[in-house]
């Protein structure tokens, strides 16, 4: 009885190593930002850490621990090493799957793998595609050699059973079933009243450090199963009350009053949301020079916000954020949800209804995160797709048809309209995985270079576009916004803001001054009400955007990423993570009241989604 018994707690040891060397490969696979740490934080890392390893193999070890005892019972325990082969090689192939998945999935976005891949799983060819930049033969072979090598491990170690001779003690079971109990205490984390969670294992001010603690297998099921972002509120800080109080005075406006930037109340109106376009791409906004010079152009033909941030970090986010003035959430996407976002203003309806006819053009497929359920809520008269191109149209196969081929297609289709227009274009060769029909202008095979490249060849595809336009009868009444979807981590800046900031453009015939900068902090919600009251059509359903061209208006900008959230402000900022509870960056002195605005603004913005 004692060989089985230390049997069973070697093989809870062996899952417990098995996670230690997963996090080592984390920390190999990342080393860039590992280089950056101390030797006592990279302890630090296993120390703290290890409270979910050991949770997650107890998890994997209590099935086990369970049917040993119920086979040596029945006296069939020769099973105990066919079960036990057959059930650990099918949980070392999910682990594989799951921790090298997460290791390039950390690198894009930026947190530890949770439900969020299976928002995407009904659309494996733009998961194929968003992969395109990864580097596959690297993770291929990585997962390879980590299948290969547990397998080997574990199953000499299983190959110890068949020494083991029949044993059919009846206190056995009690004494098996006693400790698969104990088991409970690894997987809850001890006796404390609360069990352990992510922030049990966040030890540091440096969010690589506490990312890299946490057991990728464990985040994944706790994520899977408590699903928490369609239930309940975890951003809670205040009273309903109190948080409402706080909300209502940042986006309170004393007068009605906002500067007219129009030379007509009935513009065309063209909303260009460029896939990815960072302000660290564009010379006008502090980034790189020569990397958008059309756009650079362009920005002294128009009205240029320098200090416009993304609200959210994806494109279902982003949309969202454009067209409905709705900010990002940081652990699920509205745009997933058709129920939902069924109950949301957007500005197709809003125009539609003031007699415009209205278009969406995207070379994709729309039904990718629920986008095609939501641009139909939103009335949309017509929806330009990929089905609506043809197949030599694509050489982004993955994605769809290229940029400057939709745009082609769009400067066509805007000489038809009879009334006006209200139109939604959103561009996607510069997403991953770069792969545009263009001599390479930006030299490299970096996942860098190929990004800036593709993000050239839609600059040349849009003032190739505008230059046409300026020639047709529309355009002398229309207004052309340029705005990002959302930044991008690239090119790598260590500040989190960096990578939500992004540039909006307004341009066109329709604009009464050109050559205009404007250097007040803006969130890309607030296009929407802002749009809206230069034409006069009622906004007051866009709660969550502000007019840009009040001079009542509080001067901030929100954003939310996975599991925390960023307030910009003049002179200062801050980025707080929800899990440890404090702020991870900051800048300036931002006030305990600065800090209290962002939490209200957190638990607010969430409410109201899961009250949708």
Excluded at 46 to 68: E, R
Excluded at 182 to 196: A, C
Excluded at 255 to 271: E, H, K, M, Y
Excluded at 560 to 571: D, E, T, V
Aim: hydrophobic share 45%; net charge neutral; charged share 20%.
């Amino acid at each position: 009885m004692q060989r089985r018994l230390l049997f069973l707690l070697q093989y809870y040891s062996l899952w417990l190593i098995y996670f230690l060397l997963a996090k080592i490969l984390f920390l190999f696979y990342h080393l860039t930002k590992t280089s950056e740490l101390d030797s006592l934080t990279i302890l630090g890392i296993f120390w703290h850490g290890i409270k979910l390893d050991l949770s997650f193999s107890a998890y994997f070890s209590v099935i086990p621990f369970l049917l040993f005892p119920v086979f040596n019972t029945l006296k069939i325990d020769k099973f105990n090493l066919i079960f036990l082969k057959i059930y650990t090689a099918a949980c070392l192939v999910f682990s594989g799957f799951i921790i090298i998945a997460d290791l390039e999935l950390y690198r894009n976005w930026g947190f530890r793998i949770d439900a969020t891949p299976l928002m995407y799983i009904n659309h494996p060819r733009e998961m194929a595609a968003s992969a395109g930049a990864s580097p596959l033969f690297l993770l291929v072979s990585l997962l390879l050699f980590l299948l290969i090598s547990s397998f080997l491990v574990f199953n000499r170690f299983i190959n110890h059973l068949k020494a083991f001779d029949s044993y059919h003690k009846w206190y056995f079971f009690p004494i098996g079933i006693f400790l698969a109990s104990v088991l409970i205490i690894p997987i809850r984390g001890g006796f404390q009243l609360s069990p352990v969670n992510q922030s049990t294992v966040y030890f540091s001010n440096i969010p690589f450090a506490n990312h890299a603690a946490i057991n990728p297998l464990w985040n994944f099921f706790d994520s899977v199963v408590n699903k928490t972002a369609e239930s309940e509120n975890p951003f809670i800080y205040f009273s309903k009350k109190e948080a409402k109080s706080v909300v209502d005075s940042l986006f309170s406006e004393k007068s009605t009053t906002t500067l007219q930037v129009l030379n007509t109340d009935r513009p065309n109106v063209l909303i260009i949301t460029w896939e990815s376009l960072t302000a660290k791409a564009f010379s006008k906004t502090g980034g790189l020079s020569n990397v958008l010079p059309e756009l650079a152009q362009l920005s002294d033909e128009g009205i240029l916000f320098k200090q416009c941030f993304a609200s959210g970090d994806r494109s279902d986010k982003g949309l969202i954020a454009v067209l409905s003035g709705y900010p990002a959430q940081p652990i699920t996407s509205i745009m997933t949800m058709p129920k939902k976002t069924a109950k949301l203003p957007v500005l197709s309806k809003d125009f539609r209804k003031a007699g415009y006819s209205t278009a969406w053009y995207y070379g994709g497929e729309p039904e990718f995160a629920n986008i095609k359920s939501y641009m139909l809520n939103g009335q949309f008269d017509k929806l330009v797709t990929k089905n609506d191109f043809n197949q030599e149209d694509m050489q982004n196969t993955r994605w769809g048809a290229d940029d400057h081929v939709v745009f082609n297609r769009l400067l066509h289709d805007l000489g038809t309209y009879q009334k006006p227009f209200f139109v939604n274009y959103f561009t996607l060769s510069s997403h991953e995985p770069f792969i545009v029909p263009m001599k390479t202008v930006i030299k490299g095979d970096d996942e860098k270079s190929m990004f800036l490249n593709a993000l050239h060849y839609t600059d040349k595809s849009l003032g190739d576009f505008i230059r046409k336009a300026k020639e047709q009868n529309w355009w002398k009444n229309t207004l052309v916004v340029i705005i990002a979807d959302h930044g991008h981590p690239l090119p790598e800046n260590p500040l989190k803001p960096n990578n939500f900031h992004i540039p909006m453009l307004w341009l066109g015939g329709a604009l009464k001054e050109k050559g205009i900068v404007i250097d007040k902090i803006v969130s890309q919600n607030d296009l929407a009400r802002t749009l809206l009251n230069q034409v006069h059509l009622d906004s007051r359903e866009y709660i969550w955007s502000k007019d840009i061209f009040s001079k009542d208006t509080h001067e901030f900008a929100y954003f939310a990423f996975h599991n925390g959230f960023g307030l910009i402000q003049p002179g200062k900022w801050f980025v707080f993570d929800n899990v440890s509870k404090q702020i991870i960056q900051q800048e300036g002195e931002p006030s305990k009241q600065d800090i209290s605005a962002g939490k209200a603004l957190v638990q607010s913005t969430f409410q109201d989604f899961l009250d949708k």
